[in-house]
């Protein structure tokens, strides 16, 4: 693995921690981590995970590129730690049992499909990361999703309730993209 990339779950516990007693990031550290590893400049998006004991405990990221790869992994760090709405902020006793996951996410292609068996032909599980557009409403699943959703019905059923719509949502055509995602474990760096 490449160092730039081994070097991004150490960045993303470190603003955790930094987050935990109130600080910024430090800029002149931003600044030696920029000068080490150029590629922490470019404009990527990317997902934070968090897990305790195998189970999900926090998950925020980015679709599209907006900022620096080094700014997305320190924002989204912080969000998933704190501000994932679905669980309460994280402790300081937790986080020492927290292992950290970051996604590196490509850009999103559209797929055009006809129905839903053609969408079936289209997307291949356990590879692709999908997000669904509709009405207003949208939700993604990372690729790392299908481990725990493995059936094309089960996930797309799933991703349509997160996306605030009926189970049964491809029926209304929905726009879909994928991506595919670079899994970076912390425990494996």
């Known amino acids: ?8 779950p150490k ?3 470190r603003s955790i921690e930094l987050a935990m007693e109130g600080l910024p990031f430090p800029p002149d550290e931003r600044a030696a981590l920029l000068r080490a590893y150029p590629e922490l400049a470019e404009q990527r998006a990317t997902f934070v995970t968090l897990t305790i004991g195998g189970r999900l405990r926090g998950c925020i990221g980015s679709i599209l590129p907006q900022r620096a790869l080094i700014d997305d992994v320190i ?3 912080r969000s998933a730690a704190f501000k994932d709405p679905r669980f309460p902020p994280l402790t300081p006793q937790e986080l020492p049992e927290v292992d950290i996951e970051v996604s590196l996410l490509t ?22 990361g999908v997000i669904i557009r509709f009405d207003g409403r949208q939700a993604t699943f990372l690729p790392s999703v299908w481990e725990q959703l493995p059936s094309f019905d089960k996930f797309f059923e799933h991703l349509c309730l997160k996306a605030g719509l009926s189970a049964d949502c491809l029926r209304l055509h929905p726009d879909v993209y994928v991506y595919q995602a670079e899994k970076i474990l912390e425990s494996e760096v």
């Open 11 to 13: 960045i993303a516990r």
């Open 75 to 77: 924002e989204n760090a």
């Open 107 to 128: 850009l999103p292609q559209p797929v055009p499909y006809e129905d839903e068996a053609d969408l079936r032909r289209k997307i291949r599980p356990g590879v692709d």
């Open 1 to 8: 693995m490449q160092p730039w990339k081994a070097i991004l």
